[in-house]
């Protein structure tokens, strides 16, 4: 069974920083894509970044040159780091996963497995 354990998340002032974690557990082979997305109170869930299996990366224009998407193959773990982060960023943040490749990374419907979310709180 894939479970995948999200950590790192807080309470950070406008500017600050935070790195998430999200670890995999029960994969026995890598072929797959990894996002992470979040949603805010009363918003849809949106996607955030993507990386596929060949080291693809996708952000959406929000957040492009804040923050970085990367995968520890050797720990199995997934990471986000944020920097200069706003209050718009506030968001309960997930980390999901799918076997095989997808173009449509950005959408929730491509993933089969999900974390449990971790908070991110930003304040002016």
């Known amino acids: 069974q894939v479970q995948l354990v999200e950590s790192g998340g807080g309470s950070v002032q406008a500017g600050g920083s935070l790195r998430l974690s999200c670890a995999v557990f029960?994969?026995?082979?890598?072929?797959?894509?990894m996002g992470w997305f979040r949603q805010a109170l009363g918003k849809e869930r949106e996607g955030v970044a993507g990386?596929?299996?060949?080291?693809?990366?996708n952000y959406v224009d929000s957040v492009k040159g804040r923050f970085t998407i990367s995968k520890d193959n050797a720990k199995n773990t997934l990471y986000l780091q944020m920097n200069n982060l706003k209050p718009e960023d506030t968001a309960m943040y997930y980390c999901a996963a799918r076997f095989g490749y997808t173009v449509r990374w950005q959408y929730a419907d491509q993933y089969m497995y999900w974390g449990q979310g971790t908070q991110v709180t930003v304040s002016s």
């Open positions: 029960g994969y026995t082979y890598s072929p797959y894509c």
């Open positions: 990386i596929n299996m060949n080291g693809g990366i």
